[in-house]
């Protein structure tokens, strides 16, 4: 029988992590890996939970965007936490920081990141980090960190995202496989979310990692409704994650979850 190479199976004879994906939910196709480990949470799943998908018919990114996760190709996959309400502003940092460390190590590019998550290798984004919550009153109940990241897309064959988009085969010029990469992916993100506990240097290092910063950018607020945009320069980030931008008649605008293009 086919064992797919991202089956629980598979994952966990690799994995070497504490507590991230102890439990894992493997589906050969689902709409998105966001419901169902946010149905999950919801059943009280323990933290760690990941469940991880081979094809998603309704991936979703970050401001209503669809996401595509093509079958056998991509890694899809959304990993239950139950973070305190003060460290769950540094999700974002987190999560992006365990993707592009997991990238690194196993294929040894190097990947960036755009305020506040994508991760770019060359300038192009070769995965994408949703953060989805629940709350019970005011303490957080759980928050569902979904990771996509194009491991063998040949972007050729989807010319409508290959002038932005890039994946792990077409920059290494060879097939990477999946389950190293989740392996990398889990322990970096279980190393950083576990170091929050302590003093730690996560802050700085995602935003020392930030290709943003210092740049021209555009900032794009309601794009699912049509949009206004501004420009200004990315000045620097606060620890709750937001991007201070200067505008160019001087002012410094917080902005906390728009979407920010590079204009240079
Ligand atoms: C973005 O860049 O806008 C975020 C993309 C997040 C995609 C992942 S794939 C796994 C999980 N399931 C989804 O439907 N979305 C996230």
Redesign the pocket.
Same mark, same amino acid.
């Given at each position: 029988m086919f064992e797919s190479d991202l089956s629980a199976e598979v994952i966990s004879k690799g994995l070497g992590t504490e507590f991230i994906g102890k439990n894992i939910i493997y589906l050969p196709v689902c709409g998105? &890996? /966001?419901d169902i480990a946010r149905d999950e949470a919801k059943r009280d799943a323990p933290e760690g939970t990941v469940v991880i998908?081979d094809e +998603?018919t +309704?991936? =979703?990114?970050?401001?209503k =965007?669809a996401?595509l &996760?093509p079958k056998g190709s991509s890694?899809? /996959?959304?990993v239950i936490l139950r973070p305190d309400i003060t460290t769950l502003s540094s999700l974002i940092m987190v999560a992006s920081l365990g993707v592009a460390g997991g990238i690194r190590q196993l294929t040894g590019l190097s990947p960036q990141i755009k305020w506040p998550n994508?991760v770019l290798i060359k300038g192009k984004?070769v995965s994408?980090?949703?953060i989805e919550n629940g709350f019970r009153g005011s303490a957080v109940d759980y928050a569902v960190i979904?990771?996509?990241v194009n491991v063998n897309l040949e972007l050729s064959c989807f010319p409508e995202i290959s002038g932005i988009a890039t994946s792990l085969s077409d920059e290494t010029g060879k097939a990477v496989s999946r389950s190293g990469v989740v392996w990398g992916i889990l322990a970096e993100m279980e190393k950083r979310y576990l170091s929050l506990e302590g003093e730690n240097t996560v802050f700085e290092d995602w935003r020392d990692n930030l290709i943003t910063l210092g740049r021209k950018v555009r900032v794009t607020s309601g794009v699912s409704s049509g949009g206004t945009a501004q420009d200004g320069v990315a000045e620097s980030v606060e620890r709750d994650g937001s991007l201070l931008l200067r505008r160019p008649d001087g002012s410094l605008e917080r902005i906390i979850a728009e979407d920010v293009t590079l204009r240079e």
């Open positions: 998105s &890996t /966001m998908a +998603q +309704q991936g =979703r990114g970050r401001i =965007r996401w &996760t890694i899809a /996959m959304s994508d984004k994408g980090i949703l979904g990771i996509g």
